[in-house]
């Protein structure tokens, strides 16, 4: 079944990977300014989110091919995050215009690997949602996931009206090498129609969502000794989490936890070209609906679990001057709400109400400024704030984590063209600090349990922690390489380091590591 | 539009994406409860000030597993258990009275301490307050017949003898001789569905979940679900009245099969059978009766189903092929006694009247002295099923805390040694009285007080 989906959706996703091998072929114009300079990176992002940004977008076809490998290790991290995560992935992307078709498209594969996972037997990791697997025992992750992305925006009456859609599609699969063993599938199909008119200097697009998408988890042991999920051996048991302290043993060997969801949502995007300035506006809001239960023989015997309601709301404005000025507001929402359902038997009524609250907000500013253009030698800086505030609670066990902070950054950036003819190279230095403001636990004694400790406290403390962050981004790009396609080489280095240890007054909670590295080292070949 | 007029109108989109964020925060969910459990004495022990401390009371909530235990250190009747997850909760209460305390209460000499207990099931407990009442009682005493121990869940499938090696212990309780001659001994029927599989719209289950029998084809007893227990198997054991005299103190062993399981053995069918980890079965070559069904009319016994050296069992009723105790552990047992020809009482298929299905015999409870009686239930929450027995027999369930294939049993705790004789406790709530440990047949396994 998952097969034959996955055979279906690879006819589009090639289709949608036309605008990137089509550039390859044609003429020696390369764009690969737009690959080599961060500001202009950022105005293809915001163009290719939607119709309104994509007619707007000045570039005509551009794409790159990249392969990159992802290293990250160290203790400095949350209680549900991996010792060390590994992953290569293979991206082709870009952009193509035919007529009065623009059109955007992207493929990714990625191959990943974790260590030392503790508390999530999850495919896509999401620990903000209610409903999950989880078990105490870290263990070995191996996933793969298949993501196709496109937008097709189509000229109904030049320089007045368009229309286009954008779909996104995520295969992914998970499994784990230490009892217990998930085994997961999750697929999710997005669907962005719009329609988007110009008046003038604006274009603006409005944008229905519909997603949906499915994950299941069955979860299998090799050891005979630890399949019955008893308390003999707590490490190894199998915990159903219906919030962020609720949980009970999975009941029975072969339940399955199947996840259902349905998105809802409406984008309104907004780009205005001024003389030097382009702003690209966009007011989102979305509805994520998942159900969860356990799939029977038949669906008449269906178990329903629970459902979560997730509302998000997102305001972005970006303002590019060319390729030296970038502006970036951003102000996030989201609000969780649970329904909890589940019931073991006649006998034991439902909840039937809700047990699981999520909250989460963030601002961001930001600004970048690069050099005039035309010099060989292109020195660049730019300036960050972002702040959030997170909120869980779970009701019945009486758990709450509050926790918000600032991350202020700056950063560095020579940028060098032409150096020897042909030849690219930027350089980038950036210095930040994860500054928390506010924070707070509530673990209810009587519920207290491994989790409390692991996840919840330990949570508490990392959050609590001032952290340093320091990354190093440099690339260069080669125009001589591969005759006609300039080729690059990229090195990102990232480094957290903790500033003050958290003084953790409860007993049983892991410390909180002092350090966490990444490295991502990447090829690209720009069409 | 000028630049200052879009600006303009992003700050109101903004704004309004605030506004629309801070209301959204009100929503109240469930909070943690309180439970108190209150107790009181069985109505039929009379108007008795029986002191309730020193009761052990514990409270385990169905869906989470999770359990509290509080002692009562003062006089009162009633323990609070604050900020308790909302939900159901199974209640088990112990109290030993001493023998003093009790003769100042009842006027009746104890000779030793005297047990009560009770037990109540899937108990809701959703309100901010909650109270759940539980009436205790005292047990059927300490001078007869007891289950002492049951091995149902077998060893392990590949190197275990699978659940070949079965057995259940019965103990001579009381302080005088008894004889074990014409003692019955008997599998009782049930609904062995889990809940969640059990589809009320047939009307052929009571609200407790178990067979209604009055729905049973060819019944016409209107108290059919109140004044008899259905059999699944019924054995008596064999002798002349005065045959198998058991000594205080003392056990039998009831086999499936009376051989050594440990060692090397053929099986009807001239296949030798071997074990590949012989620690995880037991000896059974010792037992003093085990149960052969290859002298039974129409019946295909099982090939480990040797006809041994030992007495067997006489078959009444039974609609396995072999002694077969159900190893994931849906399984009661009752002990009695009956001056009844077991031939005279009735037999009917299940309410349900599968084709496949097999007649249960029909015990009146008028006809039967019931000495002791015990249920299972899975390990597993989610496979579990409605309680067979009537709380009058046994006001809880247990099981071995490993589950199938895992050479455990269950054994019933000490109460008490007397003069080099060990009393074991009976207070008919098996939640109580039994714990798990290793199966062992030896008649000298004993579990702590």
């Not at chain 1, 410390?511 to 990447?522: M, N, T």
């Not at chain 2, 053995?265 to 074990?275: F, K, L, N, P």
């Amino acid at each position: 079944m998952i097969k034959r989906r996955v055979n279906k959706w690879m006819l589009p996703a090639l289709w949608l990977l036309l605008p990137a091998a089509s550039a390859l072929a044609q003429s020696g114009a390369v764009s690969d300014s737009v690959w080599g300079y961060p500001i202009a990176q950022a105005a293809y992002r915001q163009a290719t989110r939607s119709v309104a940004g994509l007619v707007s977008y000045p570039l005509a076809n551009t794409g790159i091919i990249s392969l990159a490998g992802h290293y990250e290790e160290g203790g400095l991290r949350t209680g549900q995050t991996p010792q060390q995560h590994r992953d290569i992935t293979f991206e082709t992307e870009g952009v193509r215009t035919l007529q009065r078709f623009r059109v955007y498209g992207r493929f990714t594969y990625q191959r990943s690997s974790q260590d030392s996972l503790s508390w999530s037997l999850m495919g896509v990791p999401d620990h903000d949602r209610p409903f999950y697997y989880a078990a105490r025992k870290a263990g070995h992750f191996e996933r793969q996931a298949y993501q196709v992305s496109g937008r097709v925006a189509y000229t109904l009456r030049p320089g007045r009206l368009f229309i286009g859609a954008g779909a996104t599609y995520l295969y992914n699969t998970a499994y784990r090498t230490e009892d217990p063993r998930p085994a997961v599938k999750n697929f999710s199909l997005v669907l962005q129609p719009e329609f988007a008119w110009q008046q003038g200097r604006h274009v603006t697009g409005i944008m229905p969502v519909w997603g949906y998408g499915y994950e299941t988890n069955g979860i299998t042991y090799m050891n005979d000794q630890y399949r019955n999920n008893f308390d003999k051996y707590p490490e190894r048991r199998t915990w159903m989490m219906m919030g962020m302290g609720y949980m009970q043993p999975r009941s029975t060997t072969n339940q399955q936890l199947d996840v259902h969801f349905h998105m809802l949502g409406m984008g309104l995007h907004h780009v205005y070209r001024a003389a030097q300035w382009q702003w690209n506006s966009r007011l989102s809001w979305q509805r994520r609906r998942d159900s969860y239960g356990s799939r029977r023989d038949q669906s008449l015997n269906d178990a329903e679990w629970g459902a979560y309601t997730l509302n998000s709301y997102q305001l972005a404005i970006h303002a590019f001057n060319e390729q030296r000025r970038h502006l970036r507001l951003e102000a996030a929402h989201s609000s969780g709400n649970d329904r909890n359902t589940y019931t073991a038997s006649p006998l034991v009524p439902a909840l039937n109400a809700q047990n699981y609250r999520y909250r989460s907000s963030s601002l961001e500013a930001a600004y970048g400024l690069a050099g005039p253009a035309g010099k060989a030698l292109r020195p660049g800086w730019g300036a960050a704030l972002q702040w959030r505030q997170t909120g869980r609670r779970d009701f019945v066990t009486a758990h709450e984590l509050r926790y918000a902070y600032i991350t202020p950054s700056v950063y560095g950036a020579l940028y060098s063209s032409g150096l020897p003819p042909g030849n690219r190279f930027h350089l980038q230095l950036q210095a930040g600090m994860r500054w928390p403001v506010s924070q707070s636990v509530t673990v209810l004694p009587t519920q207290q349990t491994d989790f409390s400790l692991d996840v919840v406290y330990h949570d508490y403390y990392y959050w609590s922690a001032k952290a340093a962050l320091l990354q190093l981004d440099a690339e260069y790009t080669c125009g001589s390489m591969i005759p006609r396609v300039p080729a690059g080489i990229r090195l990102l280095l990232g480094y957290s380091h903790l500033l003050q240890e958290p003084d953790i007054t409860v007993p049983g909670v892991r410390e909180v590591g002092r350090r966490r590295v990444q490295g991502v080292l990447s090829f690209h070949l720009y069409l | 539009m000028n630049m200052q007029k879009h600006t303009r109108l992003l700050l109101v989109g903004a704004l309004a994406l605030l506004a629309a964020c801070s209301k959204d925060d009100d929503g109240q969910g469930l909070q943690p409860v309180s439970v108190t459990v209150k107790l009181a004495l069985d109505p039929q022990m009379g108007n008795t000030a029986i002191p309730f401390k020193g009761a052990v009371i514990k409270i385990s909530n169905v869906i989470t597993g999770q359990s509290y235990q509080d002692s009562l250190t003062t006089e009162t009747d009633q323990a609070a258990f604050a900020s308790v997850v909302p939900g159901s909760y199974d209640v088990t209460v112990k109290l030993r009275v001493s023998a003093a305390d009790y003769e100042a209460a009842t006027g009746i000499k104890a000779d030793g301490s005297v047990l009560f207990s009770g037990a109540a099931s899937t108990q809701a407990a959703t309100a901010p307050q909650n109270t759940i009442a539980i009436t205790l009682r005292t047990g059927s005493g300490e001078g007869n017949w007891v289950i002492k121990q049951v091995y149902y869940a077998g060893s392990d499938t590949k190197d275990g003898a699978l659940f070949r090696d079965q057995f259940i212990e019965l103990y001579n309780n009381s302080g005088q001789l008894l004889y074990a001659d014409s003692l019955y001994i008997s599998q009782v029927e049930g609904v062995s569905k889990t809940w969640e599989n059990i589809d009320f719209t047939t009307g052929i289950f009571t609200p407790t979940g178990q067979w209604d029998w009055t729905k049973a084809p060819g019944m016409a007893d209107a108290g059919a679900n109140t004044d008899y227990i259905y059999a699944r198997g019924l054995f008596r054991i064999p002798g002349t009245g005065t045959t198998y005299p058991v000594e205080p103190g003392k056990s039998i062993i009831i086999a499936t099969t009376a051989l050594n399981h440990k060692a090397p053995y053929q099986d009807a069918s001239g296949r030798e059978i071997t074990v590949r980890n012989p620690e995880l079965t037991v000896d059974l070559s010792h037992a003093d009766f085990d149960v052969y069904m290859g002298d039974q009319p129409g019946i295909n016994p099982l090939r480990s189903d040797l006809n041994t050296s030992k007495p067997h069992l006489a078959v009444i009723l039974n609609t396995s092929r072999d002694l077969v105790l159900d190893n994931p552990g849906r399984e009661a047992l009752i002990i009695f006694r009956s001056s009844a020809n077991p031939a005279g009482w009735a037999s009917f298929k299940t309410p349900d009247n599968l084709s496949s299905g097999k007649l249960k015999l029909q015990m009146p409870k008028s006809d039967m002295n019931v000495l002791d009686a015990m249920e299972i239930q899975p390990a597993e929450q989610a496979k579990r099923c409605p309680k067979r027995l009537p709380l009058d027999l046994d006001a809880g369930f247990n099981f071995v805390t490993d589950g199938s294939y895992s050479s455990q049993a269950l054994i019933r705790k000490t109460q008490k040694v007397e003069g080099g004789r060990v009393v074991l406790q009976d207070t008919n709530n098996s939640s109580v009285d039994f714990v798990t440990m290793k199966a062992d047949p030896s008649k000298n396994a004993f579990a702590d007080q």
